[in-house]
């Protein structure tokens, strides 16, 4: 009996070995990771994006700009967000342990129809989108379709493709393409002929191919094409679904693997504001990112450990620390910016009204330095990153408002 027993615990302890999934022990760290979501959404990170530190305090601070953002152009992307303008945005403080071969990172958003999130995720590695930018681009104003000489031509040129060649997705003869320029110089190939009259599928495809085609396969610099271009392409019939689809595909299945992202990646040199042609937002966007410098992650659900002991294991929440409500946040951090930048805030009308242009000037000037919505500030300018980061973790710290803390929700 004592023998059979024994093997009973010893099969016991076999099966929940292979139930209870493990990440390599090799590649396992545990995080800190913060992520604003609507309160009705919950806590959980499974198909989200989440920050550390210093990547989720940068949107923190950044959307005190969305009074101004939203001013000067309402159809930006923030100001639709749900994750950013909901009335009951909380912040969540989670332990996750991760594999730490980290994958490229999904950019995970909500589905304003559904409430659901997707994620997406580059078709190739972050070193092929590098890749040089074609000096010529070929465009269907039919379809839309953009050639690509590597899916269309196996690596053909337009210029060398036979005269049998025919547009992909219309079948419109090569014959029919002509070059044109445009506004901004760029070469583009169109048909000679157009259709009767596009219907709004057509209509959003071409253009977004005429405004953005050339950086297709490329996402951030498509996404901020896009973003640039968002009144033309709303016009168009375009929806944010054809937006992310132009740029990064169908919904391409995301890698199971945690992505990561460092936020100053996040602004490449298609981004860089320029004086007298960007909005004030761009300046303290790009500016906040190069200050702070933090990471964002991407959690998949395919990759998440399971009970089940099947399938990939990536990641796996090890606590859900606190949740607060993210205004409770902003008023702490809001507070200790007023007191660091009073001179100036004492010479608004309102010294706390934070949806006037003159609390928010003050606002980015004392965080990032004078001049931050007209020009690249230096990193060290303005506020300490260590007294920001401490007012914006002080709210997991304690439930006292008198050292910055938030009750939990």
């Known amino acids: 009996m004592r023998a059979a027993g024994s093997l009973l615990a010893v099969g016991l302890l076999a099966l929940g070995s292979q139930a209870q999934q493990q990440i390599d022990p090799r590649y396992a760290v545990n995080i800190t990771v913060y992520h604003q979501d609507r309160k009705s959404a919950g806590a959980g990170i499974s198909d989200r994006n989440t920050g550390d530190a210093l990547g989720d305090m940068y949107f923190t601070l950044k959307d005190a700009g969305l009074p101004v953002e939203c001013a000067e152009d309402p159809r930006s992307f923030d100001c639709q967000n749900p994750e950013v303008n909901n009335k009951d945005l909380v912040v969540s403080l989670l332990v996750v342990e991760v594999d730490s071969r980290f994958g490229v990172y999904g950019l995970c958003n909500v589905d304003n129809t559904t409430g659901e999130y997707f994620c997406q995720c580059p078709r190739e590695t972050s070193a092929s989108v590098a890749s040089a930018e074609p000096d010529t681009i070929w465009t269907c104003s039919v379809c839309g379709h953009v050639y690509d000489p590597a899916k269309d031509g196996n690596g053909t040129a337009f210029e060398d493709l036979p005269d049998t060649w025919k547009c992909p997705v219309c079948g419109a003869p090569k014959s029919m393409y002509k070059p044109t320029v445009t506004a901004d110089g760029r070469t583009v190939w169109v048909h000679e002929e157009e259709t009767k009259k596009a219907d ?32 033309k392409l709303e016009a168009a019939g375009c929806s944010r ?165 938030c009750p939990a929700v």
């Open 200 to 231: 709004p599928t057509q209509q959003c495809a071409s253009a977004l191919s005429s405004s953005c085609g050339i950086y297709k396969g490329k996402e951030q610099f498509c996404e901020y094409c896009e973003e640039k271009n968002y009144q």
């Open 241 to 405: 679904e054809d937006f992310y689809t132009f740029c990064f595909g169908d919904k391409p299945s995301c890698n199971a693997s945690v992505g990561r992202l460092a936020v100053v990646d996040n602004q490449s040199v298609e981004r860089v504001p320029t004086p007298g042609r960007s909005y004030d937002f761009e300046f303290w966007n790009y500016n906040m990112a190069h200050k702070f410098n933090g990471f964002w992650y991407s959690t998949m659900a395919s990759g998440q450990c399971n009970a089940s002991g099947t399938g990939p294991c990536y990641w796996r929440v090890v606590e859900s620390v606190k949740t607060v409500q993210t205004n409770c946040q902003r008023a702490n951090v809001y507070s200790v910016v007023e007191k660091n930048g009073a001179p100036c805030f004492s010479q608004c009308p309102s010294p706390t009204d934070n949806t006037t242009k003159c609390w928010v000037d003050c606002y980015f000037d004392t965080v990032l330095g004078t001049g931050s919505s007209t020009s690249i500030t230096d990193p060290n300018a303005g506020m300490s990153v260590s007294t920001l980061r401490d007012a914006w973790t002080a709210a997991f710290n304690s439930e006292d408002p008198s050292k910055g803390g």
